[in-house]
């Protein structure tokens, strides 16, 4: 209890009541004594003594439900009542009751070497950015990491020292978007501890299981914040939101253009009564029984995948059984052989080898095996035949046990309802949770971009879900401002700084993405980090916290794979997820997987590989495909942007096409991933290898695809490197059918140029003459020249090779140029086109080789084809990468053709 003096006279026994008060008109501070009777008397502070009294100074101030937290220069507490608070910079103490208001003490978060490291990296790029706007990104993050509160909740506490705090489970959860097994466990570990991971491989359900924690975030009553480093990565959050009704919940912030647009259209607030809805403990019965059965679910869907993997692996042995000699042993069936003793029994007759069968052996067959007689595992062709014979019934046992086990499976989930109870429940869950949301008191929506930060309490109340870069986040909400929850979606292309921004904002931390796709591009400054863990040029946000927190983590891979046919998905599975993927599409027998081979040769020139489009557009061709596709279309991708741009003007419009980093988080019914690279010294080095055979681009690239992936490639190029673009090729020449594996679909005259080429090309080889040119490629041309002019129509026709350019254009002229006339004095042309009779030029033909892409060489030929077009001599360009040669010099010729007789 306080006592109270007043004006030196001890008063506390006459006082009924007292409040301290701040008087504008008196500019001071007031108490105010009640006495019995309703007396009551007010006098300046100063003249008053209140005790106990303490005072605190540098603390942080925050109110029950509200999310600031408020630095204050002083705070004296009178009787353990009142607080009267002094902030910085202020003349006017504030006076608050202490029963609503709290106080914290700053840590010493900014002093730490983690959090030193990370300024010290992020003034760095300040001062190392190239551009304008590189360095107002830069600027800006600097700005905002000043401006975190050091305080000892927030999921950058726990990330600078490395502990993950525990959370009480409390209420129940629900899953108003639907759940599968590592979905209900990835939205349990969110709410179990204070820093928890979500690992989501492409196709899993990651947008899902987000919106699931999203719903159990808002039930409740807390604020959360759902960031990427790009807005692409949560437009998909807003979009499912908006779908289900739930989209005046969220407030679209980040950069002032987003900011600006948000509150100009601000949602509204829905007017419509929400159904009747389940209460929370009917709902964690639905939960509990659908539990029973989702592991049922997985094991059916895996199950089908090994039933479909077992029938193409006998189909591979029928067909190889059918090629050997062997004979006919009849039914293994009558010795009950499981596949497990199958494979035994098939290990012990290898164990024999060529020794005959002693009495030691016979007694090991009959008590390991129950084979009394041993006739047909004698010496010799029987044995090989039992044995062959023991490995299609080792296929067709496995098939037959798979099968019933998946019908057990199939059975046990429809007399459970499986599907009906899964609607249920999420029915059941969204009724719950628009109920209670709607039995709050509307929420104020006079909000505007200038105001919302200084009544921000009121504004999360309205609009509990932010959404932001990460890169903006602390410029989007109120200074000082906690929030409960921060969700990071695409956390492994996210940088450390400024991906640490929001840890400062934020209670706790639910971090997602995919290590095995593709990373973050770090920037290199050589700043030593304090501990491996948070090395900026080593990890992505992701790793990092993978790495801070070890086993103190709780981590979850989405395994439930929806996306990719799962012939497709089956590649990413075993080369990268240790088949820890369960897919759960169905396979109907498609063709979703497609190989072509470009014929040997060196095609690629500066990041592009023109036979490898022209491949495609062939295979395409043939199967009708060249005009598009109905769905969610095709993309085009490529390891390099000079290839997508080379495609752009090559492929149907149809095509999306863009690098693989780009169509990361992007999807279409088909995919082309095209590898650019080919076997010449340059391509072959270890740094380009690596690039284009990083297991994370094969990953994204393979990924993109839903019905139907498609593998542009040269031929043996990969072969030597081994990597996973090897693997993939291998994958899909065992699995693809015969008619989708397309070899050398394009084959060009110039590819007699290489050792190795098409053997179509063979008689054209044999017909080529060395005394024609010093250059082949020069030789091939001649020859297929030689050949068109052969014809009836081309009588008229004849061609000389290198003429000399003034020779067809007058260096007199006086519309060249001085650069011209110096350049027609010295050029001159491969091959020339001239009517016989009169020997009148009319046209020329130029082979460009590799050295025509050089940047000299291309300001020389740009030249050349001025002056021609100005004499009004057209001029064809066939460089040794295209494909149609002779029927490009043909369609060329063809406009001086003779008229038929």
Known sequence: MASIHVDGEDKTAEISDWAIFWSDKYQALLLTCRYPFGKKSTHPLSD??????????NMLLTKPGSTIFKPIAKATIYGERYAVVHYPGGAKPYVYKTDGIGFTAPTSIKNTPVLRYLTAVANARQHHAESKADREIANNVVRQLEKLPAIDSTALQAYCTGHNGTREAGQGLIYPFGLNESQVQAVERAFSAQISVIEGPPGTGKTQTILNILANILLRGQTVAVLSNNNAAVENVYEKLEKYGLGHLVAKLGNQDNREAFFADLPAWPSSTPEPAPSLDEIQVLVSRLKQHLQDHNKAAQLQIELDE???????????????????????????????KTADLMAYLANLGERR???????????????????????????????????MHYYDKSLRDKETELQACRESLANANFTALLK???????????????????????????????????????????????HSIVNSIAPGAILDYVIIDEASL??????????????????????????????????QAPAEAYDCERFSLLDSCIAVFQHTLPRTLLKEHYRCHPRIIQFCNQQFYDNALVPMTEDKGEAPLRLVVTTKGNHARQNTNLRELDSLLKVLEDEGQAVGMDGEGRGYIAPFRAQVNLAGTRLPADFVKDTVHKFQGRECDEIVFSTVLDKKHYNQARRRLDFVD???????????????????????????????????????????????????PVVSAFDVLYREYD???????????????????????????????????????????????????????????????AFLRRASCDFVIYFKVGKTPLGVIEVDGGYHDRPEQAARDALKNDILAKTGIPILRLRTVESDIAQRVGDFIDQWASPGP
């Not at 009495?359 to 595992?377: Q, S, T, V, W, Y």
């Not at 008191?441 to 505007?448: L, N, T």
Request: glycine residues 4%; proline residues 6%; aromatic residues 8%.
């Open 48 to 57: 008053c003594r209140i005790s106990p009294i303490r005072e605190l100074s």
């Open 310 to 340: 077992l029938v193409i692996e006998r189909r591979y042995l029928q067909q190889w059984q059918g090629h050997s000699d062997g004979q006919a042993t009849g039914s293994l069936d009558k010795y009950g052989l499981t596949p497990r």
């Open 357 to 391: 069968i002693h009495l030691k052996d016979r007694i090991e067959l009959l008590f390991k095996f129950r084979i009394l007689r041993a006739k047909p595992f004698s010496q010799g062709e029987a044995r090989m035949a039992m044995f062959h014979a023991l490995q």
């Open 424 to 470: 249920e429940l999420t029915t059941a869950s969204m009724h719950h949770l628009k109920q209670h949301l709607q039995r709050q008191v509307p929420p104020s929506d006079s909000f505007d971009a200038k105001n919302y930060r200084r009544h921000f309490d009121a504004f999360v109340r309205r609009f509990p879900i932010l959404g932001s870069g990460t």
């Open 494 to 527: 996210q940088d450390i700084m400024p991906g640490i921004l929001p840890l400062g904002c934020a209670k706790n931390l639910v971090v997602v993405g995919d290590n095995r796709q593709l990373p973050h591009i770090p920037v290199k400054l050589g700043l």
């Open 694 to 744: 990083d297991p994370c681009m094969i990953n994204v690239a393979v990924s993109r695809a839903k019905h139907r992936f498609t593998l542009v490639t040269g031929d043996e190029v990969f072969t030597d490197n081994n990597g996973h673009i090897a693997a993939l090729i291998r994958y899909i020449s065992y699995y693809a059918q015969d008619e989708q594996i397309v070899r050398a």
């Open 759 to 821: 053997q179509s090309l063979a008689r054209l080889n044999a017909r080529l003459r060395p005394r024609d040119s010093r250059f082949k490629s020069e030789q091939i041309l001649e020859q297929l020249l030689r050949e068109a002019l052969c014809a009836p129509a081309y009588k008229t026709l004849m061609y000389h090779t290198q003429i000399k350019l003034d020779q067809l254009a007058s260096p007199v002229n006086p519309q060249w140029t001085e650069r011209q006339r």
